[in-house]
């Protein structure tokens, strides 16, 4: 039996660095997939990620870690959409003709939006050591991934603190959140769902020229190995 893939992350910024693992390793276990996730690399803002040559550095760079067998890029919409940051990340990625497949989510509008989601199971617990969202705490029927800040949402449910700490915080809010919940509410989360299940198939089967056409939600597979 050979050994499990390694995907390698790369995270927007310091709090979906220490979260990112955290996640994609409880999605693997609910999934039944295969997989072994590696630290996230660090882009230190999504401005780093965007910009000219970034993307594409950050790839670079990961592709290097040893048995690295995919690569998994999550960052903000920062908007209603994640179609065109996708689409145009994706690009970039399929022009440097990695070995190895890559995934570009985009969470609508920002990572928080899926705490949100969340709330409910989140809500009532302390949270390393301080207190989180209030018991009882909801959004009453919003969608999550319509709210404008979702993160000054978030830290507007918090009790007895006056802002959500990322750092520690986030890994935190992760491992505790509700993943049938997020996944039930947040479009931009099934995305990244169904991006952790292709890079596992790819893989595991490495194929040169592969190309997905499945489409969800508006999104589309734009290049081989390269899924969004």
Same mark, same amino acid.
């Given at each position: 039996?050979?050994?499990?893939? !390694?995907?390698?992350?790369? $995270? @927007? %910024?310091?709090?979906?660095?220490?979260?990112?693992?955290? #996640?994609? =390793? /409880?999605?693997?276990?609910?999934?039944?997939?295969?997989?072994?996730?590696?630290?996230?690399?660090?882009?230190?803002?999504?401005?780093?990620?965007?910009?000219?040559?970034?993307?594409?550095?950050?790839?670079?760079?990961?592709?290097?870690?040893?048995?690295?067998?995919?690569? !998994?890029?999550?960052?903000? $919409? @920062? %908007?209603?959409?994640?179609?065109?940051?996708?689409?145009? #990340?994706? =690009? /970039?990625?399929?022009?440097?003709?990695?070995?190895?497949?890559?995934?570009?989510?985009?969470?609508?509008?920002?990572?928080?939006?899926?705490?949100?989601?969340?709330?409910?199971?989140?809500?009532?617990?302390?949270?390393?050591?301080?207190?989180?969202?209030?018991?009882?705490?909801?959004?009453?029927?919003?969608?999550?991934?319509?709210?404008?800040?979702?993160?000054?949402?978030?830290?507007?449910?918090?009790?007895?603190?006056?802002?959500?700490?990322?750092?520690?915080?986030?890994?935190?809010?992760?491992?505790?959140?509700?993943?049938?919940?997020?996944?039930?509410?947040?479009?931009?989360?099934?995305?990244?769902?169904?991006?952790?299940?292709?890079?596992?198939?790819?893989?595991?089967?490495?194929?040169?020229?592969?190309?997905?056409?499945?489409?969800?939600?508006?999104?589309?597979?734009?290049?081989?190995?390269?899924?969004?």
């Amino acid at each position: 039996m050979g050994e499990v893939p !390694l995907i390698v992350p790369v $995270a @927007e %910024g310091d709090g979906d660095e220490a979260a990112l693992p955290v #996640l994609l =390793r /409880r999605l693997a276990v609910d999934l039944g997939l295969g997989l072994r996730f590696g630290s996230a690399y660090n882009a230190h803002g999504r401005g780093n990620l965007i910009r000219e040559g970034g993307l594409e550095r950050f790839l670079r760079t990961a592709a290097m870690e040893r048995d690295c067998a995919g690569i !998994l890029v999550l960052l903000d $919409a @920062e %908007g209603p959409c994640g179609v065109p940051v996708g689409r145009d #990340l994706a =690009r /970039r990625a399929s022009g440097l003709a990695l070995t190895m497949p890559v995934a570009v989510v985009a969470a609508v509008p920002m990572y928080e939006a899926w705490f949100l989601a969340s709330l409910p199971s989140i809500a009532g617990h302390r949270i390393n050591g301080q207190p989180g969202p209030v018991e009882g705490a909801s959004l009453g029927g919003v969608n999550p991934e319509e709210i404008r800040d979702p993160k000054g949402c978030a830290d507007r449910h918090l009790a007895g603190r006056r802002k959500d700490h990322e750092p520690s915080d986030q890994p935190a809010f992760t491992a505790r959140m509700d993943l049938c919940l997020v996944m039930a509410s947040c479009r931009s989360f099934r995305r990244l769902a169904h991006a952790v299940g292709q890079l596992a198939e790819m893989a595991c089967a490495p194929q040169r020229g592969w190309v997905s056409n499945r489409c969800e939600a508006g999104h589309r597979t734009v290049a081989a190995g390269v899924v969004w």
